[in-house]
């Protein structure tokens, strides 16, 4: 109960200040004949109901869980190296064994201390949707971000509105709460919303960046502002890891386009999983 709790806090707050906003607020506003307000409460409704169904999204979808594989009973710590390095667009990137999921991490993939899973492109553990940001869900939770971010904006602007043409003003108590909800919540909304719109054209997730992971001019995913965007936005949502246990125990086969046109079959090695040595071998 206590890890759901920042996410149930999260849902009462952004439904039920809505709704006193609609049930008070707007429907003042509604009835209004000094202005035609009800286009903009039109748009409105929309943006929260696009901000609810993002906002769920983010939370209920697979960040990207990659499969646990089983340990060898052979395996130890002495024969088994922590690291293995890869050239990435000629960046050096090191893969660390994880001992919780039995192979070596795939590039930005990280192991969740709270989820207890291994996720690709691990951005963060969010609290306030209970579930982490990853490659399948970052989409969502971007998206929220910046319809909650328009949501707050409307929703303090036309309750401003409503303040300021009441005689006297302190009447509309139901628009002051709400208001002060607003101004309280919309600076870190918005401070997270730009943060990661400088991630965004970096083409760094915010694990890489707090942990300085690249240096200057040297991180290797990254190509530029708009196909980053685009790598996001853009592209279908990748499959599930979780639930192909059968793939993973396939030996991991790529094929090279040659004059001769043969076939490479990729020699795995004893303590390497598919997914090291797929990514491994990808021009990523």
């Given at each position: 109960m206590c890890k759901q709790f920042p996410f149930i806090a999260a849902c009462i707050v952004l439904i039920s200040a809505t709704v006193v906003f609609n049930v008070f607020t707007a429907r003042a506003l509604w009835q209004s004949k000094e202005f035609n307000f009800i286009p903009i409460l039109v748009i409105e409704e929309i943006v929260f109901l696009f901000t609810l169904l993002n906002f769920f999204q983010a939370a209920f979808t697979d960040p990207g869980v990659l499969q646990r594989e089983k340990a060898e009973d052979d395996q130890?710590?002495?024969?088994?190296?922590?690291?293995?390095?890869?050239?990435?667009?000629?960046v050096s990137v090191r893969l660390k064994y994880c001992d919780s999921c039995n192979f070596y991490r795939p590039p930005r993939t990280s192991h969740c201390s709270?989820?207890?899973?291994?996720?690709?492109?691990?951005?963060?553990?969010?609290?306030?949707?209970?579930?982490?940001?990853?490659?399948?869900?970052?989409?969502?939770?971007?998206?929220?971000?910046?319809?909650?971010?328009?949501?707050?904006?409307?929703?303090?602007?036309l309750s401003l509105y409503q303040i300021a043409t009441q005689d006297p003003p302190w009447k509309e108590i139901p628009s002051m709460v709400i208001a002060c909800v607003c101004v309280l919540t919309i600076f870190?909304?918005?401070g997270l919303l730009f943060f990661h719109i400088a991630l965004l054209k970096m083409g760094l997730t915010t694990n890489e960046?707090?942990?300085?992971?690249?240096?200057?001019?040297?991180?290797?995913?990254?190509?530029?502002?708009?196909?980053?965007?685009?790598?996001?936005?853009?592209?279908?949502?990748?499959?599930?890891?979780?639930?192909?246990?059968?793939?993973?125990?396939?030996?991991?086969?790529?094929?090279?386009?040659?004059?001769?046109?043969?076939?490479y079959q990729l020699q795995q090695d004893d303590t390497s999983s598919a997914y090291s040595i797929n990514v491994e071998n990808t021009n990523v």
């Open positions: 130890n710590d002495f024969h088994t190296p922590l690291f293995k390095a890869v050239i990435i667009r000629n709270m989820c207890n899973n291994c996720v690709e492109n691990f951005d963060h553990h969010c609290p306030w949707i209970n579930n982490c940001i990853g490659r399948r869900n970052y989409r969502f939770f971007f998206t929220f971000l910046l319809a909650l971010s328009i949501h707050i904006l409307m929703v303090l602007a870190p909304i918005m960046q707090v942990t300085h992971k690249f240096p200057s001019n040297t991180n290797p995913y990254t190509n530029g502002f708009w196909h980053n965007f685009s790598v996001i936005f853009c592209r279908s949502k990748p499959l599930r890891y979780v639930g192909y246990k059968s793939l993973c125990k396939q030996p991991a086969r790529l094929k090279f386009l040659s004059s001769a046109g043969k076939d």
